[in-house]
């Protein structure tokens, strides 16, 4: 069967171009190749195909039943293999992604995901949204967005963008306070830690050198947005991303400090396993997500 649908093909492409040499040009065999086919195929089902003449073909009416049934054949294939590559060029398939839940719960950064799931419909995401850090290996996640700084591993990543962070606490917490301006008077105060990120390596100078400070952490939590309500109800200070305080700095339910030690921006990352293909979904992911934020919309 597959000696007889090759030679069909042949013949096929022989009446279309008019010539053995013709089909022969087109399907980059020599013209003896072809006429063999060609001929092979007359013997096998017993009949001529083709009137030949030194100038033209034309077909004999068996050759004319086989044609049409051939046009048949090379529509169905040809129908068939666009399918396929119009799937193909279509990425699909489950994207498993841990993204910082603090930053991806709420715009700008949530609108990235909805703009890729609406771009790539047949991407099926599932996302995990958490502050906590997870380990890719062994995980089901194909690629993490994370903030903070990176350890040496054996995953790939790529920074994304940095992320302003502003020292905050409530009025209630500084009624009565003087602001703090030095490293001193920061040690001085009570903390809302983030387990993550101790303070001392995100306070930095204008020479880039961080304070040897301990300050009190009255409580430590594991959540941004923990932290944030928690400044909010006056338990103290908090380091958080400007981007997940900036409303409660607009309405005044928080008020940025400004030190002589300064916060420190924290970056974004997108971390991979370093396995991973060029034309994968999570590098397909990861190149949107940079785009989109290299173009300002973040």
Request: charged fraction near 20%; proline fraction near 5%; hydrophobic fraction near 45%.
């Amino acid at each position: 069967m597959i000696d007889h649908l090759r030679a069909i093909a042949i013949f096929h492409e022989v009446v279309e171009s008019g010539s053995f040499r013709a089909a022969a040009k087109a399907l980059k065999l020599s013209p003896s190749v072809v006429s063999h086919h060609v001929s092979q195929l007359e013997q096998r089902l017993g009949t001529a195909l083709l009137y030949r003449s030194t100038r033209k073909i034309s077909l004999t009416e068996n050759g004319a039943v086989l044609f049409e049934a051939g046009q048949k054949i090379m529509a169905a294939a040809t129908s068939g293999i666009g399918s396929i590559q119009h799937q193909t060029d279509l990425p699909s398939g489950r994207l498993r992604v841990a993204v910082s839940g603090n930053l991806f719960e709420r715009p700008p950064f949530s609108d990235h995901l909805t703009d890729f799931a609406k771009h790539y419909p047949a991407v099926k995401l599932s996302l995990s949204f958490s502050d906590q850090r997870v380990d890719l290996i062994g995980s089901d996640f194909d690629v993490a967005l994370r903030t903070g700084w990176l350890e040496n591993s054996q995953y790939k990543a790529r920074k994304m963008v940095d992320l302003e962070h502003a020292l905050v606490a409530s009025k209630a917490y500084l009624f009565g306070k003087p602001l703090p301006k030095t490293i001193d008077d920061l040690s001085e105060m009570d903390w809302i830690g983030f387990r993550q990120f101790p303070i001392n390596k995100q306070l930095t100078n204008t020479k880039g050198e961080m304070p040897r400070i301990n300050p009190e952490v009255s409580i430590e939590v594991d959540g941004v947005v923990a932290m944030c309500q928690m400044a909010k109800s006056g338990l103290g200070l908090a380091a958080v991303p400007k981007v997940v305080i900036q409303d409660d700095l607009d309405r005044g339910d928080l008020i940025a400090l400004n030190p002589n030690w300064p916060l420190k921006p924290i970056s974004l990352y997108a971390v991979w396993p370093n396995n991973v293909s060029k034309e994968s979904l999570t590098l397909l992911f990861v190149r949107f997500l940079a785009d989109r934020m290299a173009s300002g919309k973040d």
